[in-house]
C-alpha cells in the first residue's frame, strides 16, 4: 500500500475528471430542454483544467540528521520521545559506515562506500581521493543526490547545516577566502563549515538570490561570517550564535518560505552536535562537547544543568551497554581449511584512557549538547505541521567505554552502527518496528514518498509502506563496511577528548541479523595486502560480549551471515538489495 497521499491526489484527479465529463454532459441536456439562446459555457472546464494542474497533494518531507548520536541519549529528549511515541520506531536502524563522510555520502546517493568510492573523511592522496569532499564530487557522487530527484519530481528542495567533510571555503591568490563550489540539487542552500564544530565563530555558506537565498543557475555561493560572541556577552546573546541554533533559524525559515507553495518541499537539517568539539572558544568552558549556555551546568556543579527528560545526576555509566567490557575474549579468530580455526592477534591494543570519571562527564554533557536539538525540533515539527513527513536519525553512533574502545566511532559494534530511526507524518501508524533499515535506504524512501522512480544504481530500498503498513515484510539484514587509512590533517573524528581509536579499527565488511554479527576484519593495513579474520556475536547478550566465531562458525545461522557477508562483497546494487531480504 502506498501512503495515503496517494490516494488522494489520485481520488482528486478521478473527481475533476468526473467534473469535466459531468459539465461536458449536463451542457447539451440544459440546452435540448429549452435553453436554445445559450451555448455551453467552457470557462468551468477550463477553471477544473487548472486546479488539476495545480494541484499537489504530495508531502512534504523533513529529515533531520544528528552527528555522532548514541541511541541511549533518545531518552534524555522530551520532543524526539514524543515523536517516537507518535510514529514509527524502527528499533533495527543502522549505518553502512559508522564514519561521518562515507555515511553522509551513502544517505545522500542511496549507495554503499564501495560505490560512492568515499571511504574516509579526508581526501588522503589528492591525486586520488579516498574521502571528503574531494572524492564525492571527483566520483560522480552529486548527480546521484536523491535530492535531485526530487527536483524533477517537482520538489523544492533544501539543505541547512552540516554537509560533506572538507567541503570548505579556500585561500585565493589574492589571500581572500573563496567560498566552496555550488551543489547541484537544492534550490535552497545554507551549510555551515567546519568551524562550527566548535559550536561558536565560523562561517557559512549561501546563494543570495532570492530572501531565503533561493539558489539557482545565476546565485554564486557566498561566505556569511557568524563571529563568536564577546566573552562579557550573556548566555542568550550566546546562544544566538549558537550552531544548532542558527541552523535552526535557517530551518524555519525555509519552511515559513515554502509551507504554502503548491508545490511541496523537502528540507534536510544537519545539526552538528553532538560531535566533540573543534577549537576552544570561551573560559571556563572545557567540555569536548559544548552545550549551549542555557543548558550547561554551573560551575562546581557537574550533575547540574539540563539533561531533558531525566536528571543529569541519574544518568550513570549503566546506561553504555557494554562500557569497561574485558576484551581479552574479543580478539579475531582465522579460518582455515577444513573450517580450522585459530586466534588471530587482537586488534584492540589501545591504552584504556578513559576514565570513569571523564565518561561520565562527557556522557551528561552530550545529553546536555542534545538538548537544543531536541528544542529545534518542537519548533520544526510546530512550523511544518502534520502534514509533513519528518525523520529523525544520526550518521552514526558513537562509543564511550564500550569494548574498551575509549570514546569515538568506526566500529561495527552497535554503539557505533545503532542510530535512531523515527518517523512522524500523514498516515504514519505509531510504533514500533522490527523491519531492519539502513542509511541508504533513506534515499529510495523520499523518492518513493515523492513518487519518483529509483535509479538502479541506489543499493538501498524503501521502507515507506511500511509507515502505514508496520508488519509488512522488510529487511532482514543490515550491512557494514569500514575502510582504515591513517589519520591525516583535517581528520575530525579522532575525538582526542575521548582518547578516540578511530586510526587503530581495521577496514572490515560485516552483516548484522537478528541472531548475531559477523565481521570479517582485514588485520593487514596495507591498501593491497589482506589478513581476513573474524569476529561473530550472539545477540542474547544485549552487546558484543564475546567472539563465539571458533565454536559457532559452522551453526546455521552463523553459515547464513558467512554466505550473505561473501556476497555482499563488492556486491552491484541489485545484489546489495537483495542481501538484506
Not at 496517494?6 to 465529463?21: F, H, K, P, T
Request: hydrophobic letters at 35%; glycine letters at 10%; one cysteine or more.
Amino acid at each position: 500500500m502506498k501512503p495515503k497521499w496517494s490516494a488522494l491526489l489520485g481520488a482528486a484527479l478521478l473527481a475533476v475528471v468526473a467534473l469535466i465529463a459531468g459539465l461536458l454532459v449536463l451542457g447539451p441536456k440544459t440546452v435540448a430542454a429549452g435553453s436554445a439562446a445559450a451555448e455551453p459555457s467552457a470557462a468551468p472546464v477550463e477553471e477544473a483544467a487548472e486546479l488539476a494542474a495545480t494541484t499537489d497533494e504530495r508531502p512534504n518531507m523533513v529529515l533531520i540528521l544528528m552527528d555522532d548520536f548514541s541511541l541511549e541519549l533518545l531518552r534524555t529528549m522530551p520532543e524526539a520521545t514524543r515523536m517516537a511515541a507518535e510514529g514509527a520506531t524502527y528499533q533495527n536502524s543502522f549505518v553502512i559506515d559508522s564514519l561521518c563522510c562515507p555515511s553522509r555520502a551513502a544517505l545522500l546517493t542511496g549507495q554503499t562506500p564501495h560505490h560512492t568510492k568515499v571511504l574516509t573523511n579526508t581526501q588522503n592522496d589528492p591525486e586520488h581521493p579516498v574521502g571528503g569532499w574531494s572524492a564525492f564530487q571527483r566520483y560522480g557522487n552529486l548527480e546521484k543526490q536523491f535530492s535531485i530527484g526530487l527536483q524533477e519530481a517537482g520538489y523544492t528542495t533544501g539543505f541547512v547545516g552540516k554537509y560533506i567533510n572538507a567541503y570548505e571555503a579556500t585561500i585565493g591568490a589574492d589571500g581572500k577566502r573563496v567560498p566552496p563550489p555550488k551543489v547541484p540539487g537544492w534550490d535552497s542552500w545554507n551549510a555551515l563549515l567546519g568551524g562550527a564544530y566548535g559550536g561558536w565563530g565560523y562561517q557559512s555558506t549561501f546563494i543570495s538570490t532570492s530572501s531565503i537565498h533561493r539558489l539557482d543557475d545565476n546565485g554564486a555561493v557566498q561566505l556569511r561570517n557568524h563571529p563568536r560572541p564577546p566573552t562579557s556577552a550573556g548566555p542568550a546573546v550566546k546562544d544566538a550564535g549558537y550552531a544548532t541554533n542558527v541552523t535552526r533559524d535557517y530551518a524555519l525559515a525555509f519552511i515559513q518560505e515554502h509551507r504554502d507553495d503548491e508545490e511541496p518541499y523537502f528540507l534536510e537539517i544537519a545539526a552538528y552536535g553532538p560531535h566533540s568539539r573543534l577549537g576552544h572558544h570561551y573560559p571556563g568552558l572545557d567540555t569536548w562537547f559544548p552545550p549551549a549556555f542555557a543548558d550547561q551546568a554551573p560551575a562546581g556543579d557537574p550533575a547540574g544543568g539540563n539533561c531533558g527528560r531525566v536528571a543529569c545526576a541519574d544518568l550513570t555509566l549503566k546506561d553504555l551497554v557494554g562500557y569497561g567490557d574485558d576484551r581479552w575474549d574479543n580478539a579475531p579468530t582465522y579460518l582455515g581449511r577444513g573450517g580450522r580455526t585459530s586466534q588471530a592477534p587482537a586488534w584492540r591494543t589501545n591504552k584504556v584512557s578513559l576514565t570513569d570519571r571523564t565518561a561520565l562527564s562527557q556522557y551528561r554533557d552530550r545529553a546536555r549538547m542534545v538538548q537544543s536539538i531536541d528544542r529545534m525540533i518542537t519548533q520544526v515539527r510546530e512550523a511544518a505541521g502534520d502534514d509533513t513527513y519528518i525523520v529523525l536519525t544520526s550518521d552514526n553512533g558513537f562509543h564511550l567505554g564500550q569494548h574498551q574502545l575509549n570514546g569515538g566511532k568506526g566500529a561495527p559494534y552497535d554503539s557505533d552502527t545503532r542510530v535512531p530511526m523515527v518517523v512522524v507524518g500523514p498516515d504514519v501508524v505509531p510504533g514500533k518496528r522490527s523491519q531492519f533499515v539502513n542509511n541508504i535506504d533513506l534515499a529510495p524512501t523520499f523518492l518513493d514518498i515523492a513518487g519518483a522512480s529509483t535509479p538502479s544504481y541506489v543499493s538501498g530500498s524503501s521502507f515507506a509502506e511500511t509507515l502505514g503498513r508496520p508488519r509488512l515484510p522488510g529487511g532482514r539484514y543490515a550491512f557494514f563496511e569500514h575502510t582504515y587509512a591513517k589519520s591525516h590533517p583535517g581528520e575530525v573524528d579522532l575525538d582526542k577528548g575521548s582518547g578516540g581509536t578511530i586510526d587503530i579499527i581495521p577496514s572490515y565488511i560485516a552483516v548484522r541479523g537478528s541472531q548475531g554479527l559477523l565481521v570479517r576484519f582485514d588485520l593487514d593495513k596495507s591498501w593491497k595486502g589482506t589478513d581476513y579474520a573474524y569476529e561473530l556475536y550472539r545477540y542474547d547478550r544485549p552487546w558484543e560480549d564475546r567472539n563465539v566465531f571458533a565454536e559457532d562458525h559452522a551453526k546455521p545461522y552463523a553459515r547464513d551471515l558467512m554466505r550473505r557477508l561473501n556476497a555482499y562483497e563488492g556486491c552491484a546494487p541489485a545484489v546489495c538489495r537483495a542481501l538484506t531480504r
